[in-house]
């Protein structure tokens, strides 16, 4: 064993310890989802310590928690209490700036570590940062530049993120983020249908006598699927941006494992998401599925008598499956529609209103709390009255319902024409990886590519994309999707 080697265990079995003894002194005070939350943590370093992977350990660690939905805000005592627009960390953060120290540490005693130079691709954080030059200066000019930074902020980490994935994604540790992904879409879907199934109520650990039953503002999610994102609208969008890769892979590979493990993540994907009851992430889904298909048809890797034919089994399969949820399923369709499309569209005119006051950068980031009431006084109402929840659920009160006009009534146009950059640079990335790769690999950077767009789709009546599950995301798979060619192309 090398001197290095040995220098990381020891700093490892340091750290383990230190946490045991926190653990120690604070569990019989907590309750079972700090208490879980901390042995899953436990869990994780001792395996990076044992194994000897931290990067890869700790990277399966920051995409698994990224689907725990919350939000703590923790910084009060400093900063002031702010409500929602407040500072905040996630449980994903932890895990990336130990993916931060493991490269430090790596570099200070002297391990090599990968760097791909990749010809022809922009730097690692290119891609986000115009629209981080865009959220400073709508920042600074802002009423509440206090405010505008937290946003920033979250920019930041997007930035970062990018830059560690650019320069230490190597084969192993891009299989080992895939991997996560569909344990992480498996993970959610099944529990998402077994809360459907035993009618759980809001909190997932009352599926085993340690939650309470919903109530007041958890009607609206009763009995639909919401996973641990807390909300089936932040629980079916991550799906619709994920589910496709692991589709295309079941057409694209040749292996047998393979294309079993991937149909079977697949199926469960698309039953957490029709679990969800949520409109038309169900509809988009079932058009993107389709485009993968019809793309494997066009390249030649699936025969059109086979998709046609697995197409209609699929569609009897869900009839007979949906058949003894007819009513419930016209009462979601066709209850609260007209009422939703009423709320977003008047959502969208305040968003406008609020560009229109401030056209070129916009109000600033995390700032449109300030005016919209003077457009909407009954959404400023609806946002200042979910702050009360911030607290108790660990979760950040709702912004515009549509990201785009989001961007638009905060950062301006110019913040929109940068955001739209990331989202086109992220495309572009897959659409590169796709023509590098073959078999499983290129499925999954089609049903990628295919899934961004639906997702971005559904964000034009949504702002789930903004939410920090689905946001670091996306970073992640502009990661990903940017080291195919050097990387992941590898993989037999």
């Known amino acids: 064993m090398t001197a290095g080697r040995i220098a990381t265990n020891a700093a490892g079995v340091v750290a383990a310890g230190m946490l045991c003894t926190m653990l120690a002194a604070v569990v019989p005070e907590v309750g079972p989802k700090t208490a879980i939350a901390g042995g899953f943590a436990l869990l994780l370093l001792l395996s990076a310590v044992v194994s000897g992977l931290p990067k890869e350990v700790f990277l399966a660690g920051y995409i698994l928690s990224l689907t725990y939905n919350r939000q703590y805000f923790a910084f009060d005592a400093w900063l002031g209490a702010s409500g929602s627009n407040g500072l905040y960390w996630i449980p994903a953060d932890p895990f990336l700036f130990l993916l931060l120290g493991v490269s430090v540490w790596e570099r200070l005693i002297g391990h090599r570590t990968t760097h791909v130079h990749r010809v022809g691709a922009p730097p690692g954080a290119g891609p986000v940062l115009p629209f981080l030059a865009v959220c400073c200066v709508s920042a600074l000019l802002s009423q509440r530049p206090d405010w505008g930074f937290n946003d920033v902020y979250r920019v930041v980490k997007f930035a970062i993120l990018l830059l560690w994935l650019h320069y230490n994604l190597n084969p192993r540790l891009w299989l080992v983020a895939v991997c996560t992904f569909a344990a992480a879409i498996a993970m959610q879907s099944a529990l998402g249908v077994l809360q459907v199934a035993t009618n759980a109520g809001s909190g997932l650990l009352s599926m085993i006598g340690l939650g309470t039953a ?18 089936p609208n932040y629980l079916a969008p991550y799906l619709l941006m994920v589910v496709p890769a692991a589709f295309g892979a079941v057409l694209y590979s040749r292996r047998r494992p393979v294309i079993l493990a991937s149909a079977a993540v697949a199926a469960l994907g698309v039953a957490g998401t029709v679990a969800t009851a949520s409109r038309s992430p169900i509809v988009i889904l079932a058009a993107t599925m389709s485009l993968v298909a019809a793309t494997a048809v066009w390249q030649r890797v699936l025969s059109a008598r086979m998709a046609l034919g697995c197409g209609i089994l699929a569609l009897g399969l869900l009839a007979a499956v949906a058949l003894p949820f007819t009513d419930k399923i016209a009462q979601r369709l066709e209850g609260d529609l007209t009422a939703s499309v009423d709320f977003r569209l008047s959502y969208n005119l305040a968003a406008l209103a609020i560009w229109d006051d401030h056209p070129l950068l916009g109000i600033g980031p995390n700032n449109s709390i300030l005016e919209i009431g003077r457009h909407a006084p009954l959404f400023e109402q609806i946002i200042r009255s979910l702050d009360e929840y911030r607290d108790a659920a660990n979760v950040r009160a709702s ?94």
């Open 214 to 231: 919903a109530s007041g503002v958890a009607a609206e999610i009763e009995n639909r699927a919401r996973g641990t994102m807390g909300h």
């Open 399 to 492: 912004p515009v319902h549509n990201v785009y006009l989001l961007m638009l009534s905060e950062t301006g146009v110019v913040g929109l024409v940068a955001f739209l950059y990331l989202l086109a640079s992220v495309i572009r990335r897959g659409v590169r990886g796709a023509a590098a790769s073959e078999y499983a690999v290129r499925g999954i950077c089609v049903g990628a590519v295919i899934g961004l767009l639906g997702q971005f789709t559904q964000q034009t009546v949504d702002f789930s994309l903004w939410y920090d599950s689905s946001w670091y995301t996306l970073a992640l798979m502009a990661g990903l999707l940017g080291a195919v060619p050097d990387q992941a192309a590898r993989i037999g």
